[in-house]
């Protein structure tokens, strides 16, 4: 063929010419720069990155006096999605002059700007770069790290860095960087080189020249590198030689190229992390652990370093460097160095792992990099490995600490040396493409050779290293890579644009609407070597600009092309094309599969080049063509189709497949033109030269030839045999049959084309890719298609088996006669007939068929990746059907054979890799096995539906199995799969981080903003009334809660005047009333933080609205207001400041701990005014006990407490420790420390510190070391408890708080740790417990605080013994949470109640109280609920006298003191009520509340008691207590002081803690918080701290725990009624037991209970299993206690139907019989919501007027609808209506292809498996899967069907059919499903058992019994085989 008509061959047609201009370009011209300055202070902060200071901004004013025409440049690359799904759009990353811009397209719209920046001076370079936040800096768990994905702008000095999240850093560069480059850990460096760079002295080491930098935060660190030399030893080193310039970077594999400009070649290295070794080499790490010996005579370049940067802080400020930049040259000799910038937004610093201490050592920069040869000390290098570990402050001076290298370099390949005459030059341009069969290249452009190098290179077998190949040079003026393709482009030094394929030349690519370079001048003239190839510009500069450029891709500046430009117009063509005007002058920013061309006029077009294949078919043929045939000849092939699809004028997408056959068939031999079948496809457009070279041109006028074709053509029958023939009575044609000699006479294949020896193997991978088509309903079409083209394949290879196949699946296309081409018996030899190919089809249907009915079967060939159903088919049927587990979890399966030729190994092993089965989930059945399978090889519900419904039943079978009792714990996808959407979103939650959950959404309550204005806010609107309404529905309890514990409203001031009252006396009168009420509201707050506690999420932008405290009252009945402020009453000074405490916490509280809040939200929240101050600090503490203060920065609390305001430091001090509780956290401990006199040493400054700031730090001591044992802090304390008092004036009021408080700190720092302290035995912690408790002779005070207690006390003369009243609660207290839960009988005894009156008078009766609440704590077991039992703890004495409390006439002995007897009687039975509390609290015992509430009219106790009942009732808002909380709140007169009140309105509150979501816990932590909280002794008034500090009594929160489950339908997305059975463990006082609970409901503590199951009917059973572990129901409580549960069909939530009298179930159950016209379709809304079913009914089941006979079909589908919903298997709807449709189609004997009856035979097959009837042993109660009437049905009439056919003359086709001779067309379609539908062996299995002369049955049935034909199917044939005519049917 001619040069020319090749030419034209194989054009390849560009599609989407489009202008491209730079998005940036446009936007920059709107955009705010530096000349506007007053537009620049209104720029948001977050665009303008103010480095510097004034200073910069003069300097950028000059720049911009000076400045010339703008350089621009820019870069695409694919669009990023945030979620990682496929996205096919641009991203533009554009730089000009201080801007750069970031635009993004989308799916909808063209780009759009993401985001602009303006930074201070000129942009060198702005890149994308994704750094790893990861904790571990290891190779090998890369991929599960974090990703922050970042914008980097490098500067002159510095380098700003922008992540997506919004955080933003910026570091300084301690030397000029020529150039940055992204990899695949973080950026790299590379210095620029300049001439004076070596400081003056004695030669020194080189500095190094590239370096890493792998976060913002990190240092930046210099790269080693390792190079084997020729002797294979390696050596690692610094990169110091400035020779070596990068050219290319790339990611993945993460390689490097680099051009070393002495030797003039270039390189390739591979980049990975450093390891340890080469770090020590480096480093010259001596293994002896030598000290770092002269650290003088240090490196060079530290000391260089040193000297500069002398002067520099380590901290310095950002600025004071930068205002030198534009006043003084910058020479390269001084870099500016200074530490990384502090101003990092966000806190960024704190997510790394480094803690802020070590940032202050590390000076930034290379100032420590240590090159010389000292030692370094061990100890430093283990802390450069784990950065924590600084706390030790063991650092050696900065100066000397070199820095330890990140990443290394491996040499892998260098190019040879080419001829010397020819000077090498740095490759301009670099990537990596990959052709058609996936070899990849590495393509490098030298553009003063015109040359384009590839490299090929591929992964070693162990997948560590690459090894590169062969180098192949292409003529080429420029490249790009076209991705999408694996192909590229090449622009030729003729202009031409042509594409490539790794090496292999595809064709030339033709763009409409661009003049094609004239083909005269087609090959180009040897080029000259020219004197312009050393001549370089004398500009440094732009020499570096120009590297810089043409490195990064970035967009070429235009006089950087000049010098090519010259080199261009030596060649005359060129000059000719510049008279033709525009020619295309480069390639650039290729993406996906568009590319931007460059003209030479300047502008640019953006063209695409098409794909491969658009259609699913041809792909997928394709990709098996490509699988089977070697690499060479699969590219040949690949290319041609190629050029083929794409020439110029192309198909449209119908015909695609044409024109694949087509191709296809040529490139195996045939001649299409010839072929009937391909001869008469519809070619839209052209047919490109390639299919048929040798065409003759065809004649305009047409034959005779030309009407007989069209005649026999397919269409023609189609046409005669269609309705509107017959009905225009048209008769059929005489056809003169084509002569078959003329038809046959040149059918041969041509053998030498390139397919022809392959023929077999592509046939037999066409096949299995139509089986694999077959398990996909959707590709119908395809598969039709695709059986012509594989019939004509097996009839040319005379495979009779397959067309026989073929026959069977399509009757109505396969024709058994056909055109058959033959190909020479000569020929035949040279076909390469594989190992693979079996004789007999592979046919899955077959496959699955045998499994079912347990007969064997070989194994399944199937290709990897392109047949991936059929693989999952085969596996999962082995596996569910046949049983075998490991089919699934074994890489090789005998279930299947891999076809492959020998080389792509590797590929098929990944692929394998992904299949193996791997046991995260805990499986126990075959059904659970093979659905937790499917999910991990990606099989999802989308892809169930598109099996056929025989295949996919017993994958659906198992998915029901699954559905009624899954496990709690599985993934997602898994949920999904079966259809258990409530688990499914369930798992999800479970996978979101704390606070993003859509729970909070469901839960959270809107209150319309309208409804109550500011000042009616009473701090409870935020609380969930949805759910509350839910567990307190009959009433409306939690109204009168808010109204009891309102405080922001005016109280009601009821006084009646009597006569003799003046009015200034009635004042008077009114406002002592209203004091008195004014001690309950102030005591109300505490209560409504429990009330409210964590119900609220807050805004951000808004602050914490806190309601105020009303201490006014109104008089009726005027309404008039009450004051206290008028002065005519004394009211105590400060009364108020303890009660605007409490509401601050209150307030506080509200916010839940999974809010989003940080530490400028909190400081945004201080009052500006100074008298709410105190509720400011109360918020703190708050805020601590929600965990969040630990986000405060240290800075603000250090602020806070300097203030000096007490009530600031108290809240802060304790809301600190209990955010740290039991952390040991040291730097809480040293804030506290300053607090506590006793903690700091004694030669210290006495600081004057308030005294309950003393108490709070004492507590907060025991928070932080809580359960810790720690011995210096509990021998510290032990001694505080008996403190005497000190010479300061103050400790002798309210020494009781401060050693109550030790006492308190002492038992949490030896929680529960009872005799096992270790370490404290010399201490004797329990004897002098013991001591403090009882009194006696005071020790001698040991320790370092002797000198202080010398001095008498000033206000009470102690003497030498110790003062039991100030010591003993605390150390009663202490022993009882030192022992608490121990059961120690000895420390118990000694607690016991004294049983004489001659002790009990020594004992204040209220510290019998405590005595009995310890010894109770500590014999936690021993404590019953029952009234018995809490008599038991009162001594013989008192009861035995307690009879006579009430006859006071009964005579007793006078030494008995009865007030004495009667108050100590009182106290120990509510010191035991009240450890009733303890051990039972939150559990709603109903015997302890019964005991709690009986016979008890304690009124000095009374207090005690309710809280105890309020502790056992927590959270469930019982009403009997609520009833006794309100009858106290009523009570305001007498003796009910501040501290009634407060008792009872925290009764009020634990009732409803948190709104009913909270409970109280049990834990031994809880017991210690509670303790505090709960202490019972209350204050006598508002500011009364003597024996308990007020603050403590929030210490509840610690102690609370979400335990509330709100059942929320999966639906509806709304909380509901739903029954639960919980299931108590076994313990020693009763047996396992179940019990019902409606939810929403409080659970029980969760370590009590095995498991948690949501039970039917209504609701899908959900079974929670606590015996593996509580974390799974911890998480769901936390979130606010969603547990999502789904209805069942036909059921009806508990709210609408209470009874469950309503669902459809009940009516129906006592109709249940097979006449299902009970069923109205009209009640179908009332069994399900899903509304495809809904539709159905409407469309398909409601009768119309005259029916006629489709009521019966109207009949059947209401009966299965009905089926399908009561049985819950809605998906079997589609299968139940397919078969009914196929058995009916059957019956009319339109059956064009069997698949429907493959599919019922399926069905048939597995109800009948063994597998089956096993299953249904094992579990008779299960519903049936598929209607039991249903199958019988469909079974007997396909038997009727056909044997009426046989009846009706059919049985001489089937006989035919057995001889092997033709039978009536009219019949083939039946013959073809009585085949199938009876499994008629093939023809040319029959004679191997002698089918003539059988005499009888039994011995046809020996003979069939080795064919495995069923009997029922012999039967049928039985009579055509005896030769007995008449049919013997049963």
């Known amino acids: 063929m001619s040069n020319f008509y090749e030419e034209r061959a194989t054009m390849i047609a560009a599609g989407d010419l489009q202008e491209f201009v ?152 301690p030397f000029q960087v020529a150039n940055v480059w992204p990899t695949k850990y973080g950026l790299l460096f590379e210095r620029s080189s300049s001439s004076h760079e070596v400081p003056p002295g004695p030669p020194r080491e080189p500095l190094p020249t590239m370096f890493s930098m792998l976060h913002p935060l990190d240092e930046i660190t210099p790269l080693v590198c390792k190079s084997g030399s020729l002797f294979g030893s390696s050596r690692v080193q610094y990169v110091v030689d400035h020779a ?41 790490f001596s293994e002896q652990g030598g000290t770092p010996q002269n650290v003088a005579t240090s490196s060079s370049l530290t000391a260089h370093l040193r000297s500069l940067s002398r002067g520099d802080s380590p901290v310095a400020s950002p600025f004071q460097n930068y205002s030198s930049i534009h006043s003084q040259s910058r020479s390269a000799s001084s870099p500016s160095l200074h530490s990384r910038s502090p101003s990092i937004s966000n806190m960024a610093a704190l997510s790394r792992a480094h803690s802020p201490a070590l940032g202050v050592h590390s000076f930034s920069g290379v100032q420590r990099f240590n090159l010389s040869s000292h030692n370094q000390s061990p100890k430093r290098h283990s802390i450069s490995h784990s950065p924590n570990s600084n706390s030790n402050g063991s650092f050696l001076a900065p100066e000397t600490e070199p820095i330890v290298p990140e990443l290394c370099m491996d040499h892998l390949w260098t190019e040879t040396i080419t001829n010397i005459r020819e000077k090498n030059s740095q490759a301009s341009k670099v990537f990596i493409t990959s052709d058609l069969c996936g070899q990849k290249f590495l393509c490098f452009l030298v553009e003063s050779q015109l040359q384009l190098r590839c490299v090929k290179f591929q992964e070693s077998n162990d997948k560590t290293q690459l090894i ?90 235009p006089e950087l092309r000049d010098s090519s430009k010259l080199h261009d117009s030596l060649y005359n063509e060129d000059c000719t094309f510049q008279q033709l005007g525009t020619y295309i002058h480069s390639i650039r920013d290729p993406v996906h599969n568009r590319v931007t061309l460059e003209l030479s006029n300047g502008s640019m077009v953006r063209i695409t080049i098409p794909e491969i294949a658009t259609s699913e078919l041809v792909q997928t043929c394709l990709q098996a063509i490509k699988f089977i045939l070697p690499k060479e000849v699969a590219v040949q092939m690949l290319v041609k189709w190629y050029s083929v699809h794409s020439a110029p004028g192309g198909p449209s997408y119908h015909s695609e497949w044409n024109l694949f056959v087509t191709c296809l068939m040529n490139m195996m031999g045939y001649n299409t033109d010839r072929l009937a079948w391909t001869r008469n496809f519809d070619f839209e457009g052209s047919l490109s030269p390639v299919i048929a070279p040798k065409k003759a041109r065809p004649s305009e006028t047409g034959s005779d030839d030309d009407w007989e074709y069209l005649l026999n053509s397919d269409y ?42 392959h023929i077999p193997a592509i046939f037999f991978v066409l096949h299995l890719v139509y089986e694999e088509l077959k398990l996909n309903t959707l590709m119908g079409e395809g598969i039709r298609s695709l059986v012509e083209l594989l019939v004509q394949l097996a009839r040319d290879l005379k495979l009779e088996a397959y067309v026989d196949h073929y026959y069977r699946d399509y009757p109505a296309l396969v024709r058994t006669t056909g055109q058959v081409c033959t190909i020479d018996q000569g020929q035949t030899g040279f076909m390469h007939h594989p190992s693979f190919f079996t004789s007999e089809p592979p046919s899955i249907y077959q496959w699955v068929s045998s499994c079912l009915k347990g007969e064997g079967m070989p194994p399944y060939p199937c290709l990897p990746v392109i047949c991936e159903r059929s693989r999952l088919v085969v596996l999962s049927i082995a596996l569910y059907i046949l049983g075998d587990e490991s089919s699934v979890s074994d890489e090789s399966s005998q279930y299947l054979s891999r076809i492959s030729i020998a080389p792509q190994k590797s590929q098929a092993e990944q692929e394998e890799n992904r299949f193996s089965f791997r046991h995260s989930t805990s499986v126990s059945s075959l059904a659970e096995r093979l659905v937790v399978w499917m999910t991990n090889v990606g099989f999802a519900l989308r892809d169930l539906e598109t099996l056929p419904f025989g295949i996919a039943l017993p994958i659906r079978d198992a998915i029901y199995h699954c559905r009624e009792q899954p496990a709690s714990d599985w993934p997602e996808a898994v949920c999904l799969l079966i259809g258990r959407q409530d688990l499914s979103k369930q798992a999800c939650e479970g996978n979101l981080p704390k606070g993003k959950s859509s729970v909070t959404q469901v839960l959270s309550s809107d209150v319309p903003s309208g409804t109550e204005t500011e000042e009616e806010d009473d701090g409870m609107n935020d609380m969930n009334q949805e759910v509350m309404s839910l567990i307190w529905s009959e009433d409306l309890r939690v109204q009168d809660v808010r109204r009891l514990l309102q405080s922001a409203h005016p109280v009601r001031v009821n006084v009646v005047q009597y006569p003799e009252l003046s009015d200034h006396e009635f004042i008077e009168e009114k406002e002592n009333r209203l004091l008195q009420l004014c001690q309950r509201t102030m005591a109300l707050p505490v209560g409504r933080g429990m009330f409210t506690l964590f119900s609220y999420h807050p805004v951000p932008t808004e602050p914490l609205p806190i309601p105020k405290l009303n201490l006014t009252g109104r008089a009726p009945p005027r309404n008039t207001t009450v004051d206290l402020n008028s002065g005519n009453i004394d009211v105590p000074p400060n009364m108020t400041s303890w009660a605007s405490f409490h509401n601050g916490v209150a307030a506080g509280l509200k916010i839940a701990p999974a809010s989003q809040i940080d530490s400028a939200w909190i400081v945004y929240n201080k009052p500006k005014h100074a008298e709410l101050a105190n509720e400011y600090a109360g918020f703190l503490m708050a805020l601590g006990l929600n965990g969040h203060l630990t986000k405060l920065a240290t800075l603000n609390i250090h602020d806070y407490l300097t203030k000096g305001h007490e009530m600031t430091s108290i809240g802060l001090l304790l809301g600190v420790s209990a955010a740290k509780l039991g952390t040991m956290d040291m730097s809480i401990t040293r804030l506290l420390s300053i607090h506590i006199p006793a903690l700091l040493p004694p030669t210290s400054t006495e600081l004057d510190v308030p005294h309950n700031v003393q108490v709070a730090a004492v507590v907060g001591i025991g928070l932080v070391y809580q359960g810790t044992a720690h011995r210096h802090t509990a021998e510290v304390l032990l001694a505080e408890i008996g403190r005497p008092p000190g010479p300061e004036m103050e400790y002798c009021t309210d020494r009781e708080s401060y050693s109550l408080a030790a006492g308190l700190a002492l038992g949490m720092v030896c929680l529960g740790h009872g005799s096992n302290l270790i370490g404290m035995s010399d201490l004797n912690v329990p004897e002098q417990l013991y001591q403090y408790m009882v009194g006696g002779h005071r020790r001698f005070q040991a320790g370092m605080h002797r000198e202080k207690h010398k001095s008498p006390s000033y206000q009470i003369k102690e003497g030498d013994t110790i003062n039991v009243d100030v010591t003993c609660p605390g150390a009663t207290l202490a022993l009882a949470m030192i022992y608490l839960k121990t059961n120690n009988r000895s420390i118990a005894d000694w607690l016991r109640a004294p049983d004489t009156m001659y002790l009990l008078d020594f004992v204040k009766p209220e510290f019998l109280l405590l005595r009995t609440l310890a010894r109770c704590l500590i014999l936690w077991d021993d404590i019953l609920p029952n009234s018995k039992w809490v008599d038991s703890n009162v001594p013989q004495i008192i009861r035995e006298n307690s009879i006579s409390l009430s006859e006071i006439e009964l005579p007793c002995s006078e030494d008995l003191n009865l007030e004495t007897l009667s108050q100590a009687h009182v106290y120990i039975i509510a010191g035991a009520c009240l450890s009733l509390g303890f051990r039972f609290a939150g559990s709603e015992n109903l015997s302890a509340f019964n005991c709690l509430t009986g016979p008890y009219n304690l009124e000095a106790c009374l207090s005690v008691v309710l809280l105890s009942l309020a502790m056992v009732m927590a959270g469930s808002g019982s009403l009997k207590v609520l009833q006794l909380c309100r009858f106290l709140h009523m009570k305001t007169g007498g003796e009910m002081n501040y501290g009634f009140h407060l008792a009872h309105h925290m009764a009020l509150g634990l009732l409803f803690l948190g709104g009913g979501r ?77 019990e019902e609970l409606m939810a929403p409901t409080l659970l029980p503590e969760l370590h009590l ?108 589908f209401s009966s299965v609808l009905y089926e399908c919903v009561t049985q819950e298997t809605p998906e079997m709807l589609p299968a139940y209506i397919a078969m009914d449709q196929a058995v009916r189609r059957l019956g009319r004997r ?79 379609s039946m013959l073809a499903c009585f085949l199938v539908y009876h499994s008629v062996p093939a023809p040319r299995h029959l004679p191997s058992i002698g089918l003539e002369g059988n005499t009888s049955f039994a011995e046809l049935l020996f003979k069939f019994k080795q064919l495995k034909m069923p009997v029922r199917a012999l039967l049928r044939l039985a009579p055509l085989l005896l030769g007995n005519p008449q049919p013997m049917l049963m």
């Open 244 to 284: 070596m310039k990068i050219v290319f970077l790339n990611t993945d594999p993460s390689v490097v190229m680099t051009y070393d400009t002495v030797q003039g070649l270039h390189s390739v290295w591979a980049l990975r992390r450093v390891k340890t070794e080469e770090e020590n080499v480096v480093l010259k």
């Open 1790 to 1868: 339109e059956m064009s292809e069997t698949s429907e009856l493959w599919q019922i035979k399926l069905v048939l097959e597995f109800f009948s498996s063994r597998s089956h009837q096993e299953r249904l042993q094992n579990h008779p109660k299960r519903g049936l899967f598929m209607n039991s009437e249903f199958l019988p049905v469909v079974k007997c009439t396909i038997d009727n069907t056909l044997d009426q056919w046989l009846q009706a003359g059919g049985d001489g086709c089937v006989h035919a059919y057995l001889n092997g001779q033709p039978c009536e067309e009219s019949q083939l």
């Open 1558 to 1634: 909270y409970s109280l816990s049990t834990s031994n932590s809880s017991i210690a918080a509670l303790l505090c909280a709960l202490y019972p002794h209350f204050p006598a008034h508002s500011t009364d701290n003597r024996y308990h500090l007020q603050a403590l009594r929030h210490l509840y929160v610690l102690a609370a725990e979400p335990r509330l489950l709100v059942p929320v339908d999966v639906d509806t997305n709304t909380p509901c009624y739903a029954l639960l059975e919980v299931t108590y463990k076994g313990t020693q006082w009763y047996e396992q037991t179940k």
């Open 468 to 557: 590169f190949g062969s180098v192949t040079n292409i003529q080429a003026k420029d490249a790009a890579p076209v991705e999408k393709i694996d192909t590229m482009l090449v622009l030729e030094g003729s202009g031409n644009l042509v594409l490539y394929t790794g090496v292999v030349r595809v064709g030339k690519v033709f763009i409409p609407g661009l003049p094609a370079p004239s083909l005269t001048m087609s090959n180009t003239m040897p080029r000259p070597s020219t004197p312009l190839d050393s001549v370089s510009t004398p500009n440094p500069l732009s020499k570096l600009l120009g590297s810089l450029d043409e490195a990064v891709l970035l967009s070429p500046v």
């Open 22 to 173: 730079p998005f940036g370009r446009d936007h920059c011209k709107h955009h705010p720069n530096a000349l506007n300055l007053q537009l620049r202070q209104l720029q948001p902060a977050s665009e303008l990155w103010s480095s510097d200071g004034a200073a910069g901004l003069v300097g950028s004013l000059q720049e911009v006096t000076i400045h010339e025409k703008q350089k621009e440049s820019w870069q695409l690359r694919k669009g990023v999605s945030e979620i990682g799904e496929e996205v096919d759009y641009d991203e533009e990353l554009y730089v000009a002059g201080n801007m750069v811009i970031w635009s993004k397209g989308s799916k909808s719209q063209a780009l759009a700007v993401y985001k602009a920046f303006t930074v201070d001076s000129p942009v060198q370079q702005a890149l994308w770069c994704d750094f790893i936040i990861s904790q571990d800096k290891s190779e090998k768990d890369y991929s599960s790290d974090e990703v922050e994905k970042c914008i980097c702008i490098l500067q002159s000095s510095c380098i700003n860095m922008h992540s997506i999240e919004g955080k933003d850093y910026i570091a300084s560069l």
């Open 1649 to 1756: 209970l095995k498991q948690i199951k949501v039970k039917g009917p209504r609701y899908w059973e959900l079974l929670i299993d606590l015996s593996k572990g509580t974390q799974h129901l911890k998480s769901i409580l936390s979130k606010d206690g969603v547990l999502y549960v789904k209805l069942r069909a036909g059921q009806l939530s508990y709210k609408e139907d209470p009874m469950g009298w309503q669902s459809l179930l009940a009516q129906t159950v006592a109709n249940r019989n097979s006449e299902a016209r009970a069923f109205k379709p009209e009640t179908i809304s009332a069994f399900t919501s899903d509304p495809a079913l809904l539709s159905f009914a409407e469309y398909f089941c409601k009768p119309t007027v005259n029916m006629g006979q489709k009521q019966e079909i109207l009949d059947l």
């Open 716 to 757: 023609h029958q189609n046409v005669e045999s269609h309705l509107l023939n017959r009905s225009l009575c048209l008769s059929p044609l005489e056809v003169s049959q084509m002569k078959d000699e003329d038809l046959s006479q040149n059918l041969s294949l041509d053998s030498s084309t390139l397919l022809f020896t």
